[in-house]
């Protein structure tokens, strides 16, 4: 799942070479289409785009927010969730398999959505406020003060990690992520927020910062242009499981499966109760 490091990138590499585009065609490939787009106008998703012009791309959270004018201004609003893809490509470029949608630009690029399990989706409205799981996203991890951070915590109480992941504390983390930031902190993912301490929490504010930081520096190298790509091999625990934690030598832990997978060092991040065992 895209989360605030890739879909950044994603952001400024779309910042270049989509805004200020028209979008000449907008082609919708097979019933998969159908299930990502929502078109909240009720005007028609393609009818409506076909001929508008891109004026603006922002991120918040893992939300990717395409600015429209159409005959009156819109808002495209993707949430990829775990599988969907943004790609730029030239026309006669093959089209990755589950390429869902294909928006012929005037520059002579294509954007296409890719979407291997068609669980994203991609929102057409005049009012961002429509967008489900939109609406209540809590504030970016980079606009929060130290003080605010402790203040957003104090509701939740229960394992630090789902408190990461929940858009509505701060947006942009997820599962991979929360992982990657935890490591750092030398904090166990089952710990319960009640259970740390204030220099622990401050610890924790911080990382977060230079974890996203330095990944999103990782991410624009890695990635260049290749926007459907999630470059995570610098990622120090999540996904390691078995291999050496690179402070102690330890081997990464791993507890869950699928997409809800935690990956942490037992011996830098100690105590908590075990999920499962
Ligand atoms: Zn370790």
Redesign the pocket.
Known sequence: MPELPELEVVKEVLQRRVVGQTIESVQAIGPGSAIVVRDLTHLGFAETLTGAAITSVARHGKFLLFSIQSASPLHLALNPKLTGRLQLAAPTDKRLPKTHLVFALSNGAELRYVDQRTMGQLYLTSDLAQVPEYVGLGPEPFDVSLDEFRERLKPYRGEIKGVLVRGEFIAGIGNAYADEILWAARLHPYRKRTQLTAEEIDRLYAVIQSTLREATDKVRVEMGEDIHLEPRGFMVVHMKAGES?P??G?PISLVGANQRITNF?R??QPGGLIKGM
């Open positions: 934690c402070r102690c330890s060092c011996t830098c």
